[in-house]
């Protein structure tokens, strides 16, 4: 190969450069932070538990706007046997009133940017 | 063959700097738009649809140029047109993209606009709309860039390309029926309720595509060494006669029905539009200018030592390009929401912004067509040595 | 090397392609669900086979040309964060009024009496049995339910604003920017909207669940609007359009509006 040691080190460097999103975090130590949404509900459990919640609340919350908005159905009966309202703003944001300390504390370290909150109105936070 | 774009001389790339200009300043608008709202344009809610959706209306009809060279050729052995199907072709293309651009900035959620696949409703005109300006637009993209690829080589045109020709011929014609649709079939606004607004789209497409068309052969044939033949021309010259005349008995006979028959729903749209109603009247020297254009046209065309001219027929036909992008474009837009639903006149004037997306979508399109016309007048000036 | 250039690229593309659309193929035939459990209407819900809504225009006019009455609107907006923005151009209204002789426009001639004249009357989606806007919607995000309710879908809605345009009546709003800043005191139990979709009056459907009348007319100190369920021969809407003469707006249209004036 032509040039194959300036080649070789080129591409050494690009990789290192490419994948050091990955390895500058292992070796500062970032790569331990965890997101820890806080909790200062007052009931005991939600409506799924936390596990399957954590995975798929967006796709609780989709199954719920198609039953209330599209067929009239409000009330979710959950596997734990009660019955919820189903509404973002006045069943889940009653609980998990705190959304920066909350649901923001994943969002933001995700990078996702849900557009919910341009119409449901988040509840007003105590500072 | 893309390389072919790629190889140009200083005119050429000074187009295409001035094209990506004007592109760049309309993407800039539109970004402002994207995070502010659709309320940067002029826009109401009496006025629902305006600038962006009238130039919609417009170039689905110049998107008709195709089928008008298509047919001739490829249905009754017309020769003449042979050299320019390809041109009609990728002025379609052009179109096409351009009415799927102008749809897009139109939207207020424009990036959910794939519900309209994800949740198809066909009793909706719009989602048929979207279905067959898709199909039209991969359908020219195919046979065009296939026909202009064995020109190229030297060979005949593959034998299945046959089928998608002929059946491009019927979709050119659905493209402005659904449109016209969009119009026709909603009960509240009289200006479109009428049974002939299908009619009238396809006469104003096959006036104002060839007529472009034509504008776009004597460019081609001034700067490059392709010439498309000054009897295609000329064929297409009398199409645009014809279809002209027959797009302004269409609108005459709108003008009857409304006049004749007095009801005030059928009358108030045009009265606003050419006189004025209530004090409002800010279209009306534009429908003017569109009618004057239109008789200047048809004078010129008619006659056919005005019409061999072609210099006179340029004018001529820019005249017929003109009239009918104002007369299908906003006149027809706007005028069916004035007055509105509850008889009062609420006008519309577009804003800076809203104008300068709008010419930011015509620059893509022009880009667009300055691409494909580099690269189709390339291979034929090559075929022809 | 058996391939050359151009087969590799087509490879590699269908490749790509392949992979990725596979994927995407497969993430929307395998939705996740949530755990298959019951989902049903409220108790206290209000049910009916055909929501309508009677205006008793004598009562309203008087009530209106007595105090500047505008009730019905400022509830229905409060109750529904409906901005305003301050200007007819950017204008969101659900409920309004406007006067006669533009609500029902080819009903007046120059001897109309003059308790018609130039009288208030009011405007609001009319829940058509026959909604040229459900018609148009390309997402059905404009949708009727079984009870004759026309609602909005704002999580689907476009803006192509379609159904601005078929709607006969101009009962339709854009949200031509960002409504949040435009929202008097927000109510936590409703949301607002987002700019870039349409809105209109929804017949309070969240509160017909609740068991609770529309806002407008549980508002209206007069009682000049009646609502019920037509297909209920004893409610009050039908005994109403029993005993008096009502006119609809722009009927010759086969639309089946379902908002009753009373003249």
Known sequence: MYDGGKIVAGLVLFLAVVTSPIWYNVVTGKAEYKPEPKIITQEKECVAPKAWMTAMHMTLLNDWRDSVVREGNRVYVAANGKAYNMSLQNTCMQCHSNKSEFCDRCHNYTSVNPYCWDCHVEPKEKK | MIDKALIGGRKYYGLIAVLLGVIGVGVLCYLWQFFYGLGITGLSRDVSWGLYIAQFTFLVGVAASAVMVVLPYYLHNYKVFGKITVLGEFLAISSVAMCMLFIFVDMGQPLRVLNVILHPTPNSVMFWDFMVLTGYLLLNVLIGWISLDCERKGVAPPKWIKPFVYLSIPWAVSIHTVTAFLYAGLPGRHLWLTAIMAARFIASAFASGPSLLIILCLIVRRFTRFDPGKEAIQTLAKIVTYAMIINIFFLSLEFFTAFYSQIPGHMHPLVYLYAGLEGHGVLIPWMWTSTALAALAIILLVNPGTRNNESILTVAVLAVFFSTWIDKGMGLVVGGFIPNPLERVVEYTPTLPEVLITLGVWGIGFLILTVLFKIAVTVKEEAAL | ?263
Request: charged share 25%; hydrophobic share 35%.
């Open chain 3, 1 to 263: 090397m058996g391939v050359n250039r151009r087969d590799f690229l087509k490879i590699t593309g269908l490749g790509t392609l392949a992979g990725v659309s596979g994927k995407a193929a497969a993430d929307l035939v395998f939705k996740g669900q949530a755990e298959a459990q019951e989902a049903k209407p409220r108790e206290e819900a209000l049910v009916g086979k055909r929501w309508a809504m009677v205006v008793d225009t004598k009562k309203c006019i008087e009530k209106i040309k007595k105090d500047g009455c505008k009730d019905c609107t400022i509830a229905c907006h409060a109750v529904h964060n409906v901005p305003d923005f301050g200007n007819p151009k950017d204008e969101i209204k659900w409920i309004w009024q406007d006067t006669f002789e533009h609500i029902c426009p080819n009903q007046h001639h120059p001897f109309t009496s003059e308790s018609l004249e130039g009288a208030p009357f009011l405007a609001l989606c009319n829940h058509c049995d026959n909604p040229p806007c459900v018609r148009v919607c390309p997402t059905k995000a404009t949708f009727q339910r079984e009870d004759g309710i026309v609602l909005m879908d704002f999580h689907r809605c476009i803006g192509c604003r379609f159904c601005m345009a078929g709607c006969p009546y101009g009962s339709r709003s854009f949200n031509w920017r960002d409504p949040r800043p435009f929202v008097q005191n927000a109510r936590e139990d409703f949301p607002t909207r987002m700019r870039g979709v349409v809105e209109k009056c929804n017949f309070c459907a969240e509160r017909l669940a609740e068991g609770k009348i529309p806002a407008c007319v549980e508002a209206c100190k007069a009682k000049a609007l009646i609502f019920g369920d037509l297909e209920d021969p004893h409610s009050e809407v039908r005994e109403i359009l029993h005993e008096h003469h009502s006119i609809r707006r722009k009927p010759e249209l086969g639309t089946m509006p379902q908002i009753y004036y009373l003249v």
